[in-house]
């Protein structure tokens, strides 16, 4: 980048541009709030740079599309720009361009898309939704000082576009992450459930479900993408989608995860793995479940506490998988526990939070409501790890037997 000439104060330029992004309202949307830029950033900028007139372009299907026209350019400028022409192709080339030499052969004013003087050219964005903002000079302006200034815009202006992109994703794919999980689990007569799901950012990868076939029977599912954020987000939605076209009343569960482990190979997220853990109960206590990969979930009856581990691999690396099917019993008073790694890993000063610590917390407040030991689980992992956020999404679910 060039040296910044004596005469434009570095300073007070950056004070300036703080003071236009601090301005701009993130609720508007993208054109209009780069149309407010446009106005803010050439009243600042006017007499420091030698400015006469400044425009804005917006990327349409065939070119780009005048938005704003501010300042006094000598005349209506280019409704719309086509971005196979030489200027453009320079302006994408260097993101920044100087048209000082209104003769030559790709100056804008050649190919009568602005035929006021000089100009300078910059893009902004990521295809299909970039912006092109053109600036005409008056007498006076100096090269240094317009190249130094327009090149800070387009980098801060990039940058804060980038932002409210993927902050605009984040806010798509955790709106279609709290879609897929349940408020709270479906009535089941016999049964107390409860479940609560905490990412570790915005979105995570951690996933439960429930699915209700009739009265006498209900599916049940958590699960665990590897990593967390919008690309483990993204595979949970391929999952749950999957599952629930996939599984249906009477239909073996181990030939839907085969398919399932398909497809989600064959996507574009193959380098990625998911556990889960899915289950069929019905009300008279008998459970029909497939661990594909999960970590075992805890069934206590009396004194017993039983790992349920049959299932086969973890859903996704594999492109052929094989499943099998477990069974389990939930007697009046038992109570199934599901939870994901971000609980279990929680760690500590002294280690992990622990399947030991889980099993003696359930053991210890057997007695109490399902929705309230949940609270003691979350509250309890939470303290193990010194009130510190979430190092991981977690996840758990309760399935208490009434009795």
């Not at 992004?21 to 420091?48: H, I, M, N, T, W």
């Not at 970039?130 to 600036?135: A, K, N, S, T, W």
């Not at 073996?252 to 190979?265: E, G, Q, T």
Request: negative net charge.
């Amino acid at each position: 980048m060039p040296t910044l000439p004596a005469r434009l104060d570095a300073k007070l330029l950056y004070r300036r541009l703080d003071s236009l992004f601090g301005a701009l309202d993130p609720r508007k949307p993208q054109k209009k709030l780069l149309q407010s830029f446009l106005e803010e950033a050439f009243r600042v900028l006017e007499d420091d740079l030698r400015l006469k007139a400044a425009a804005l372009y917006a990327e349409e299907r065939d070119g780009f599309s005048l938005l704003k026209q501010v300042g006094s350019a000598g005349g209506p400028l280019a409704e719309s720009l086509d971005p196979a022409r030489p200027p453009l192709t320079l302006v994408f080339q260097h993101r920044v361009y100087l048209f000082d030499d209104p003769t030559a052969e790709t100056s804008p004013s050649h190919l009568g898309l602005m035929p006021f003087g000089p100009a300078a050219v910059l893009v902004v964005g990521r295809r299909p939704a970039r912006y092109v903002l053109i600036f005409l000079m008056a007498e006076g302006w100096v090269r240094e000082e317009l190249d130094f200034a327009l090149n800070t815009v387009r980098a801060a202006l990039g940058a804060r576009l980038a932002d409210e992109r993927v902050r605009g994703d984040f806010r798509e794919a955790a709106k279609i992450q709290q879609s897929l999980l349940l408020e709270d689990p479906p009535s089941f007569p016999g049964f107390e459930l409860a479940a609560r799901s905490v990412p570790a950012e915005e979105v995570g990868g951690d996933f439960y479900d429930f699915l209700s076939f009739e009265d006498s029977l209900l599916g049940l599912a958590i699960g665990d993408a590897s990593g967390h954020g919008l690309p483990a987000a993204l595979l949970v939605r391929d999952v749950v989608t999957g599952l629930r076209m996939g599984v249906e009343k009477d239909l073996k569960i181990a030939p839907v995860f085969s398919k399932l482990n398909r497809v989600i190979h064959r996507s574009n997220l193959s380098s990625r793995f998911v556990s889960v853990f899915y289950g069929e109960l019905e009300a008279e206590g008998n459970l029909t479940y497939l661990n594909a990969g999960h970590q075992p979930p805890l069934l206590f009856s009396g004194e017993s506490v039983t790992e349920l581990t049959t299932g086969g691999t973890v859903i996704g690396p594999l492109p052929e998988a094989r499943f099998r099917r477990g069974f389990a019993f939930l007697k009046p008073g038992d109570l199934l526990v599901m939870c994901t790694d971000g609980i279990l890993e929680r760690r500590g000063p002294k280690g992990e939070y622990g399947v030991e610590r889980l099993t003696r917390l359930v053991r210890n407040h057997r007695q109490a409501p399902a929705r309230d030991l949940l609270d003691r689980v979350f509250a309890e992992a939470w303290a193990w790890g010194g009130d510190r956020p979430w190092e991981d999404d977690a996840t758990a679910v309760l399935v208490k037997r009434s009795g």
